[in-house]
């Protein structure tokens, strides 16, 4: 029972590199959603998607985009990676509905821009 | 002020304890709440939903005071492996994307 698996777990980047962060969700679940955590910031919402095919920013979406080519993946780049992107980022996922629909997450990844 | 707001903590507690958090929400349109447990370094995990009126789920027990727009966790007979940020979470539209979380309350229980 899978879930939402991101890839890779951990990465260090020299400033300037680029990258890709895959999470994949085996729940036919609609939206999906990448985060970022700091020290005493909590998770600020990056960019989401509400279907594939579609995205959207979030709360801090500069200097990332992303794609939702696949109803279960949902990618986040990094063009040009900034010491200030070193993070831990989650990808999560969710259904739509009337009730309390709740986020399941991946188990993020570790990334430190040098 | 921040949507959601808890206190940081830590809260260092001896096994057996009672121990309670808050959390404040600041938009009154907010409808779903939930409590997440993250361990050091690891992905939130659902701990529980928050119900209208209120809910226990074996040692823990979530309340909704939506007149004073907080929302509250209660952990009873508290257990070394509670040792825990405890993230509030709240969803301004159920069913959407807008889950707003809170920094989380850091809880250490002591033997």
């Known amino acids: 029972n899978a879930g939402v698996t991101q890839t890779p777990k951990f990465r260090v980047l020299k400033t300037g590199q680029s990258m890709t962060l895959l999470c994949a969700q085996d729940m036919n679940h609609e939206y999906m959603y990448w985060y970022r955590q700091d020290p005493g910031m909590g998770l600020r919402l990056i960019h989401y998607s509400v279907g594939e095919g579609t995205t959207a920013k979030g709360e801090v979406p500069d200097g990332y985009n992303v794609s939702r080519l696949k109803k279960q993946n949902f990618l986040l780049g990094l063009e040009s990676a900034a010491p200030s992107q070193t993070s831990v980022y989650f990808c999560?996922?969710?259904?739509?509905?009337?009730?309390?629909?709740?986020?399941?997450f991946g188990q993020g990844t570790r990334l430190t821009v040098v | 002020r921040k949507e959601v707001e808890q206190d940081p903590g830590p809260f260092n507690v001896p096994e057996g304890a009672t121990v309670a958090f808050n959390c404040t929400y600041s938009?009154?349109?907010?409808?779903?709440f939930f409590w997440y447990r993250q361990d050091c370094r690891k992905e939130p995990k659902l701990l529980m939903s928050v119900y209208s009126s209120g809910n226990e789920d074996g040692r823990f027990t979530a309340q909704l005071n939506r007149a004073s727009q907080y929302i509250s966790l209660l952990i009873r007979d508290s257990k070394l492996s509670d040792s825990a940020t405890y993230l509030c979470v709240v969803n301004t539209a159920s069913g959407t994307y807008k889950y707003i979380f809170g920094t989380g309350t850091r809880l250490k229980v002591l033997a």
């Open positions: 938009n009154s349109a907010s409808q779903s």
């Open positions: 999560a996922s969710s259904y739509p509905g009337t009730g309390a629909t709740e986020a399941f």
